[in-house]
T-cell receptor, first 111, second 114 residues
Framework: KAGVTQTPRYLIKTRGQQVTLSCSPI?????VSWYQQTPGQGLQFLFE???????NKGNFPGRFSGRQFSNSRSEMNVSTLELGDSALYLC??????????FGPGTRLTVL | AQSVSQHNHHVILSEAASLELGCNYS??????LFWYVQYPGQHLQLLLK????DPLVKGIKGFEAEFIKSKFSFNLRKPSVQWSDTAEYFC????????????WGAGTKLIIKP
């Protein structure tokens, strides 16, 4: 079974721009979660989608949004980028309430 | 609000030493418990999990964890660590009553000196 894939792997943007990150879950997994990982803050939960519906949401500003498609693929969008948005963005998929399987992440650098 | 506490942010041990990493959670209902590991430059991966049954669970690479419900704890142990165990370890909890959102601890960076 193929693992969770995330594209792109690396991104460099400037302040004020917007960015869209993509995640393809493991086949058959209907839940996709997004996290922001930084050295200072650890792993911060952004949101979780299940069957195209946002089921859970973390404490991030409205500039962070996401969606899930009928094939369970998910995208997250960050608008009006700030320097502090530089981080590794991780996607994880799971089947029902079992363990999450993580992708390699997208490294976003905001200049 | 639910929270997960990992008591040690950094741990340094010598090879062959015994390891115990603490994890406590605040939720009183039925929970599922996980330990994940992130080796340098690699994906986060599951080390072990507890859903029900025997409170002592065994995971990969010789790790085990014990669920003590009365103490709201799920500590990770390994009798003899190796240099290759150098990694960051995360405890995570989800609960049926919170829509199964996974709550994460801050992580413990473990360094094993050869």
């Amino acid at each position: 079974k193929a693992g969770v894939t995330q594209t792109p792997r690396y991104l460099i943007k400037t302040r004020g721009q917007q960015v869209t990150l993509s995640c393809s879950p493991i086949s058959g997994h209907r839940s996709v979660s997004w996290y922001q990982q930084t050295p200072g803050q650890g792993l911060q939960f952004l949101f979780e989608y299940f069957s195209e519906t946002q089921r859970n949401k973390g404490n991030f500003p409205g500039r962070f949004s996401g969606r899930q498609f009928s094939n369970s693929r998910s995208e997250m969008n960050v608008s009006t980028l700030e320097l502090g948005d530089s981080a590794l963005y991780l996607c994880a998929s799971s089947s029902f309430e079992d363990e999450q399987f993580f992708g390699p992440g997208t490294r976003l650098t905001v200049l | 609000a639910q929270s997960v506490s990992q008591h040690n942010h950094h741990v340094i041990l010598s090879e062959a030493a015994s390891l115990e990493l603490g994890c406590n959670y605040s939720y009183g209902g039925t929970v599922n418990l996980f330990w994940y590991v992130q080796y340098p430059g690699q994906h986060l991966q599951l080390l072990l999990k507890y859903f029900s049954g025997d409170p002592l669970v065994k995971g990969i690479k010789g790790f085990e964890a014990e669920f003590i419900k009365s103490k709201f704890s799920f500590n990770l142990r390994k009798p003899s660590v190796q240099w290759s165990d150098t990694a960051e370890y995360f405890c995570a909890v989800n609960a049926m009553d919170s829509n199964y959102q996974l709550i994460w601890g801050a992580g413990t960076k473990l360094i094993i000196k050869p």
